[in-house]
């Protein structure tokens, strides 16, 4: 499909990254996001890697995230990815409202680091149907300080659910 480049939120800015760029892949069945952090990545508070599990409220450090919505609706599904190789995956009927655990099949993450890059390449189910996309990137500091990325920004705060960042469109992808 194509590269697509995060922005830092004018709020809150990160002297260690220099850019985050996602590549994004789509078949019939699945969505195959590539992200690769580039910068001072000793600067960054990157978790170390475990197995791969479920697990909640991975946006309060650095995580990399996808928001889907079927196009047109207002339902929505979350997906966090941390580079430990831990995900979540939320359902929501509408903005920040209905949230739900989504029962699905393990996203496949792999993560590989240099002093320069980080890269996260995740890879899940996606159901058929045109959709929208807004990537999304909480990234924290070894200092603690947080930045936070997006294709595109709502006024004011930082708000990732917003509709104002689903501005990736993906056509219905036939097997």
């Given at each position: 499909?194509?590269?697509?480049?995060l922005?830092?939120?004018?709020?809150?800015?990160?002297e260690?990254?220099?850019?985050?760029?996602?590549?994004?892949?789509?078949?019939?069945a699945?969505?195959?996001?590539?992200?690769?952090?580039?910068?001072?990545?000793?600067?960054?508070?990157?978790?170390?890697l475990?197995?791969?599990?479920?697990?909640d409220?991975?946006?309060?450090?650095?995580c990399?995230?996808?928001?889907?919505?079927?196009?047109?609706?207002?339902?929505?599904?979350?997906?966090?990815?941390?580079?430990?190789t831990?995900?979540?995956?939320?359902?929501f009927?509408g903005?920040?409202?209905?949230m739900?655990?989504?029962?699905?099949?393990?996203?496949?993450?792999?993560?590989?680091?240099?002093?320069?890059?980080?890269?996260?390449?995740?890879?899940?189910?996606?159901?058929?149907g045109?959709?929208?996309?807004?990537?999304?990137?909480v990234i924290?500091?070894?200092?603690?300080?947080?930045?936070?990325?997006?294709?595109?920004?709502?006024?004011?705060?930082?708000?990732?659910h917003?509709a104002?960042?689903?501005?990736?469109?993906?056509?219905?992808?036939?097997?």
């Amino acid at each position: 499909m194509g590269f697509a480049t995060l922005t830092p939120h004018p709020d809150f800015r990160c002297e260690a990254v220099s850019g985050i760029e996602v590549e994004v892949a789509r078949t019939a069945a699945t969505l195959s996001l590539a992200y690769r952090i580039s910068g001072a990545i000793g600067g960054l508070a990157v978790p170390d890697l475990v197995p791969a599990t479920r697990a909640d409220e991975l946006w309060r450090h650095t995580c990399l995230e996808a928001f889907v919505r079927p196009d047109p609706g207002d339902a929505y599904a979350e997906f966090n990815f941390a580079p430990s190789t831990q995900w979540a995956a939320y359902g929501f009927s509408g903005y920040r409202e209905g949230m739900s655990t989504l029962d699905l099949a393990a996203p496949r993450i792999d993560v590989r680091a240099t002093d320069n890059e980080l890269i996260l390449r995740a890879a899940f189910d996606l159901p058929p149907g045109p959709c929208r996309l807004a990537l999304t990137a909480v990234i924290e500091t070894t200092g603690g300080a947080r930045s936070y990325w997006a294709l595109a920004h709502p006024p004011g705060r930082p708000d990732f659910h917003h509709a104002a960042g689903f501005v990736l469109r993906l056509p219905a992808e036939h097997a």
